[in-house]
């Protein structure tokens, strides 16, 4: 690592890749988020569009996604006082009552709400990254992931190319999670890390993988951290959040000021020319 890197202020990638092909790029430049890229909710086949808005503002080319001291779990039938604002590159349910979903994270998830078949951005295989500042406060989580597209109940299976605990994160060391999750994709073998990396994830780093039908790369700040040599063979899109983990707040993240804001400089998806 670089000193730079060592000071948690790794600079931006250039938006040219050799060898790709830029297909999406939000920099977050305006006021108001860009619908044709993102759609402001998290996961609402499970609980309903209203009951999921994300709190956000762009400001300065930077997207800050909040949690604010006012708001609502997001579905507290099946995950209790979990808080979370999101923004999602697709979506797609069944009809009412049926178990036919996105992200289907536990048994006996029935659809509360239709949801109309929307893809904006689900690439299969791909060069994709994101930078970002997490929140230094335990209880708070951010990430950056993919999950399956799902039109069939096999292809459910999640990449995660970034998630970090602020309980996990100081001024010298910050742990990372990163790499694959099945739900229903009986291809898929579950292969999770968290490893530790001299940076500070409470300021801007980069968090990168590279998808392919071989494996996928995970890199942090352009060095390569990990292969894992499986893949997923279906489109996916993406998921950008921040959550409130109750079961994590300490009392010193119970009392800081609100809100807590996770700050995305911009994402980027390529793919091989």
């Given at each position: 690592?670089?000193?730079?890197?060592?000071?948690?202020?790794?600079?931006?990638?250039?938006?040219?890749?050799?060898?790709?092909?830029l297909e999406f790029c939000d920099n977050f430049g305006g006021t108001e988020l860009n619908t044709t890229k993102w759609?402001?909710?998290?996961?609402?086949?499970?609980?309903?569009?209203?009951?999921?808005?994300?709190?956000?503002?762009?400001?300065?080319?930077?997207?800050?996604?909040?949690?604010?001291?006012?708001?609502?779990?997001?579905?507290?039938?099946?995950?209790?006082?979990?808080?979370?604002?999101?923004?999602?590159?697709?979506?797609?349910?069944?009809e009412v009552g049926s178990s036919i979903g996105q992200l289907p994270f536990k048994e006996g998830l029935v659809v509360?709400?239709?949801?109309?078949?929307?893809?904006?951005?689900?690439?299969?295989?791909?060069?994709?990254?994101?930078?970002?500042?997490?929140?230094?406060?335990?209880?708070?989580?951010?990430a950056f992931w993919m999950i399956g597209f799902a039109e069939r109940p096999e292809q459910t299976s999640e990449i995660?190319?970034?998630?970090?605990?602020?309980?996990?994160?100081?001024?010298?060391?910050?742990?990372?999670?990163?790499?694959?999750?099945?739900?229903?994709?009986?291809?898929?073998?579950?292969?999770?890390?968290?490893?530790?990396?001299?940076?500070?994830?409470?300021?801007?780093?980069?968090?990168?993988?590279?998808?392919?039908?071989?494996?996928?790369?995970?890199?942090?700040?352009?060095?390569?951290?990990?292969?894992?040599?499986?893949?997923?063979?279906?489109?996916?899109?993406?998921?950008?959040?921040?959550?409130?983990?109750?079961?994590?707040?300490?009392?010193?993240?119970?009392?800081?000021?609100?809100?807590?804001?996770?700050?995305?400089?911009?994402?980027?998806?390529?793919?091989?020319?």
């Amino acid at each position: 690592m670089t000193e730079k890197q060592k000071e948690g202020d790794y600079s931006a990638n250039p938006e040219a890749k050799e060898g790709y092909e830029l297909e999406f790029c939000d920099n977050f430049g305006g006021t108001e988020l860009n619908t044709t890229k993102w759609l402001p909710y998290y996961l609402p086949q499970w609980s309903s569009r209203e009951n999921t808005k994300p709190r956000y503002n762009l400001q300065d080319g930077y997207l800050q996604l909040h949690i604010e001291a006012d708001q609502k779990p997001w579905s507290p039938e099946h995950d209790g006082d979990l808080r979370v604002s999101s923004l999602q590159t697709g979506c797609f349910s069944g009809e009412v009552g049926s178990s036919i979903g996105q992200l289907p994270f536990k048994e006996g998830l029935v659809v509360k709400e239709a949801q109309p078949t929307v893809k904006l951005y689900t690439p299969q295989y791909g060069y994709f990254e994101v930078r970002l500042k997490a929140v230094p406060l335990s209880g708070y989580m951010c990430a950056f992931w993919m999950i399956g597209f799902a039109e069939r109940p096999e292809q459910t299976s999640e990449i995660c190319i970034c998630e970090i605990k602020g309980e996990h994160i100081s001024s010298e060391r910050s742990v990372i999670g990163y790499g694959v999750h099945p739900f229903n994709d009986p291809n898929i073998k579950d292969e999770f890390y968290e490893d530790a990396f001299d940076i500070d994830a409470s300021s801007f780093h980069v968090y990168a993988a590279e998808w392919t039908p071989e494996g996928i790369d995970f890199y942090i700040d352009n060095q390569k951290i990990r292969r894992i040599e499986q893949s997923a063979d279906y489109p996916m899109q993406f998921m950008l959040n921040i959550y409130e983990v109750p079961d994590s707040l300490t009392p010193e993240a119970r009392n800081a000021s609100f809100p807590k804001t996770m700050v995305v400089d911009y994402v980027r998806g390529y793919k091989r020319n």
